[in-house]
């Protein structure tokens, strides 16, 4: 019997690679913003691995759709409730269709980075083994930021719009996941608060890793399910309460 | 007959003066509304400045320490990133602030909402622009003003950057119109527009480092962010006053052009052929 | 003198055909697209006069509202002419804005967060109403469309009813000449329908405002309206006042009686069963061919009356009818065509044939020779 949720997986694969304005989009994103920072380190000379840096956690943080704002659309037109009607869970479906896209734009965003990265510095960053797990590491960073995503999409039952927690969770991404600025810039202290969010492991680790400066690859992993934990469990919470809670206007 | 020509002319000045006042009152009730829905929405008002204060902060101490490691970038040092930044970021908020129904326009042309205010008898850009405000981006506003203050310039040269400041918010104001108007040519942009709007504003903010190579030729054509942050910078940097003039005649060319391809693509809405089949 | 008047307007949209095939097909198909043509609106006339109350009616898709943006100004005509209170509407749209108004029941114009009073003031600005003369004017439209408990609550607290009546105030402050209704009782119950069409018809009627309304509603078109315009396809299927309507173009009754038998039998062709039950019987006569009081005397005779009515068939069915005739000789007129193609095509054929034949008796010289004749020459 196929699978709801699958089904969700596979439609949503389709209408990503149906809507290729938004894929270009994307795509131009992706090399403004590499081409413009790796301009930025090759003019202080920053060496190839912080350009590698760069493309990877634009590769990730670009791969995720801002799945944030449809939920709080569904919430704000009252949609939800048609999907509270079916026999399904409203945030695994969002979640199934955020993975389906994710997986369209990993692929594509995963090519432009290895091809774009190898034109601006000329190598690749690291083996080919080291690049495969590093594609695992990537996999798990994009599901991580992706029930972020949700996580920030439930705060609609609660607050009228939600496009600052967006910018903040954007902000955080740059300043506490090391974006564009590596966290080695940073002084002792950020650095401890930066390790202290989850952004770290869902940028840096993985870029890190596929650069050849390799971490403890087994303690990121614990650290990394500890926090996916800690999300999804919030998610789930959040999302009881405001059941309970909620109220649709309109006639 | 010089008595009717006379009179004929107070009558058309008197015409011009009512009608150019009901104009303005008019865009000062849209405004007041705008403010008066986001105090409406109370919680989210103060809730958004909190946010965009906290978010400024990261940002701008991300990037300090991007500087201290290397004190200048093509010339640019923190000052000088910081007044970049700062003066976008006051733009963009003027133009939220005011204007935030420029950000709709794309998803009002895909769904046919123009419709309400073609309908209306007065200017369809400025009553779109402003039929939506976020008065909460008085934060941006206020975060633009610190950060240009904690850069220097504005103590130094404090006309030449008020000057800075509207030619920025004139600029912002044209981009958000001139990348909505791809809605009247291509079918489903929104997603794509919003992703070009911030395409634009990061590559603005950044350090001039942009301003080379194959982004060189993109910033002052197709996407003239060049106007906003290179030239006046520029000007602020090395006091020629050539940069200051290219920042305003620019963004000048920049508005027509805007103003001009929202009127193309408002004949092609008129035609209906955006909506083909859904009559 | 005519308020709008419509002169052979014609509207086409144009929209790119998909391209099929493979890579180089696609390709040529993005640099040089092929469109296809869909006539929304076919050459069609009327005007309206001052003060008239006119139903503008037809099936989905028929260029209803096509027709309305057009008379508007939100969208431009293909050909034809058209004018609104002298002004070509998508020339000076902005000039004849200040004197008409628009009601969507589909779309709001409505401040969703804010109280009604607000959207309100708004629109005294945006059409230029004096302060001290939209007071007036709320005032008395408030009263008339009890609006006055509603005016400080925000529209989303609404329910639709009320906001319906919303839109039509904030339609009529400006006192439009011209007020366009695009389905404003969509979604409405019988009692707020009822009150909506009531108001527009006094405002109307008190008002002299010239009204244009699109509906699916029947009952919208009897209680408001005074003539109806029927398009299909766009194409003008009829123009006529509403009274004609009902007996003009289907000269049926329907007989409703009640009697004291429970059941009785109908086998007589001068009348068609529409329904029967236990003491009820519902007939249809076409008094075209014949007489309704035949029907009732020969019922009097079989049967004992305890109630009788006669009535006209429902508009409803008026329109139906219309719209299956219009597509029955639509389908005929195909059908007429396309036979009458096969039969150029056959002619055609057959006079080939027999040209061939006729070239090849009358020109033996042109002909290849036998082989006899080649061996004697």
Same mark, same amino acid.
């Given at each position: 019997m196929h699978n709801k949720y699958w089904a969700t997986v596979e439609i949503s694969i389709r209408q990503q690679l149906a809507q290729k304005g938004q894929l270009l989009g994307r795509l131009i994103l992706y090399f403004v913003i590499v081409y413009l920072f790796s301009q930025v380190f090759q003019s202080v000379s920053a060496g190839n691995n912080r350009i590698w840096y760069l493309a990877i956690t634009e590769w990730l943080t670009l791969s995720?759709?801002?799945?944030a704002y449809r939920i709080a659309e569904d919430i704000r037109s009252g949609q939800v409730v048609y999907f509270m009607l079916r026999p399904l869970h409203y945030l695994w479906l969002r979640f199934c269709e955020c993975m389906g896209i994710s997986l369209v734009r990993f692929i594509i965003l995963g090519f432009c980075c290895l091809g774009f990265g190898y034109y601006l510095?000329?190598?690749?960053?690291?083996s080919s083994t080291t690049l495969t797990i590093g594609l695992v590491l990537g996999i798990l960073s994009v599901i991580l930021y992706s029930l972020l995503s949700i996580l920030i999409g439930v705060f609609s039952f609660w607050l009228k719009e939600i496009q600052p927690l967006i910018y903040l969770n954007l902000t955080a991404t740059f300043c506490f996941g090391g =974006?564009?600025?590596? =966290?080695?810039?940073?002084?002792d202290t950020l650095r401890t608060i930066s390790f202290a969010t989850p952004y770290p492991w869902m940028l840096w680790w993985p870029a890190e890793y596929m650069t050849g400066?390799?971490?403890n690859l087994m303690l990121a992993f614990l650290v990394f399910a500890g926090w996916t934990a800690v999300i999804l469990g919030l998610i789930i919470i959040l999302y009881q309460k405001c059941l309970e809670n909620f109220v649709s206007e309109g006639g | 007959m010089s008595n009717h020509f006379k009179h004929h002319k107070y009558h058309v000045k008197h015409h011009i003066n009512d009608h150019f006042k009901n104009h303005i009152k008019f865009l000062y009730t849209l405004m007041m509304t705008n403010f008066r829905l986001s105090l409406a929405l109370k919680g989210t008002f103060y809730f958004t400045i909190i946010i965009t204060i906290l978010k400024q902060v990261l940002f701008l101490t991300a990037w300090r320490f991007f500087f201290l490691k290397y004190q200048v970038v093509q010339g640019w040092n923190f000052n000088s990133m910081l007044l970049g930044y700062g003066s976008v970021c006051f733009s963009m908020g003027v133009v939220e602030a005011f204007f935030y129904g420029l950000k709709d326009l794309p998803r009002m042309i895909e769904n046919g909402q123009l419709d309400t205010f073609l309908l209306q008898p007065k200017n369809v850009v400025l009553n779109v622009a402003m039929s939506?405000?976020?008065?909460?981006?008085f934060g941006e506003i206020v975060t633009g003003i610190a950060v240009i203050t904690y850069s220097g310039y504005l103590e130094q040269s404090p006309l030449m950057v008020i000057t800075i400041l509207i030619l920025g918010t004139i600029f912002i104001f044209s981009l958000l119109l001139y990348l909505s108007c791809i809605a009247f040519f291509m079918k489903d942009s929104f997603d794509f527009i919003r992703e070009l709007n911030l395409n634009a504003i990061i590559v603005a903010s950044q350090?001039?480092?942009?301003?080379?190579?194959?982004l060189k030729m993109l910033t002052f054509t197709i996407l003239p962010v060049a106007f906003i942050s290179f030239f006046p910078i520029e000007y602020l940097r090395t006091g020629l006053w050539k940069y200051l003039l290219f920042s305003a005649l620019g963004t000048a060319a920049f508005f027509a052009v805007a103003n001009a391809l929202f009127n193309l693509g408002l004949k092609r809405y008129e035609s209906g052929n955006i909506i083909a089949f859904r009559h | 003198m005519s308020i709008i008047e419509v002169k052979n307007l014609v509207k086409q949209f144009r929209s790119p055909l998909p391209a099929k095939g493979g890579l180089f097909p696609r390709i040529k198909n993005y640099l040089s697209p092929c469109y296809q043509t869909m006539t929304a609106v076919d050459h069609i006339s009327f005007s309206l006069k001052p003060g008239e109350r006119v139903a503008f009616i037809g099936p989905n898709g028929a260029g209803k509202s096509t027709t309305i943006k057009i008379l508007t100004g939100i969208m431009r005509p293909t050909s034809g002419s058209v004018t609104v209170l002298n002004k070509i509407p998508g020339v000076q749209r902005k000039s004849l804005a200040y004197q008409i108004g628009a009601v969507f029941g589909q779309r709001? /114009?409505?401040?969703?967060?804010?109280?009604?009073q607000e959207t309100l003031s708004l629109f005294a600005t945006i059409y230029d109403i004096p302060p001290l003369v939209y007071r007036q004017r709320l005032k008395a439209l408030s009263a008339k469309f009890d609006l006055e408990p509603l005016l400080?609550?925000?529209?989303? /607290?609404?329910s639709l009813g009320e906001r319906m009546r919303c839109e039509v105030v904030a339609s009529l402050l400006h006192e439009p000449a011209v007020l366009f209704l695009d389905e404003?009782?969509?979604?409405?119950d019988i009692t707020a329908k009822a009150i909506i069409r009531d108001l527009i018809r006094k405002q109307s009627v008190e008002k002299g405002v010239t009204l244009l309304l699109t509906s699916h509603d029947t009952d919208d078109i009897e209680k408001v309206c005074d003539r109806v315009i029927i398009i299909d396809r766009g194409k003008l299927l009829l123009d006529d006042s509403l009274s004609n309507l009902k007996t003009k173009y289907i000269r049926k009754k329907v007989i409703s009686i009640v009697t004291e038998e429970e059941q009785i039998q109908w086998d007589q062709p001068t009348a068609k069963i529409l329904e029967q039950s236990p003491h009820h019987l519902k007939l249809e006569v076409d008094i075209n061919q014949h007489s309704a009081e035949k029907v009732i005397s020969y019922l009097l005779e079989k049967t004992t009356i305890k109630d009788l009515m006669i009535e006209g068939p429902a508009l409803e069915t008026i329109i139906q009818t219309l719209y299956t005739q219009a597509h029955q000789t639509e389908q005929a007129e195909q059908a007429e065509q396309a036979e009458q193609a096969e039969q150029a095509y056959l002619r055609d054929k057959t006079d080939q044939t027999h040209q061939t034949n006729q070239i090849d008796q009358t020109h033996p010289a042109d002909q290849p020779p036998t082989d006899q004749t080649h061996h004697a020459q």
């Open positions: 995720t759709p801002p799945i510095t000329g190598a690749f960053p690291s =974006l564009i600025v590596p =966290l080695g810039f940073y002084s400066t390799a971490p | 939506k405000g976020d008065m909460a981006s350090p001039n480092v942009a301003y080379r190579g194959l | 709001s /114009q409505l401040w969703y967060h804010l109280p009604v400080y609550k925000p529209v989303r /607290q609404l404003p009782t969509i979604g409405l």
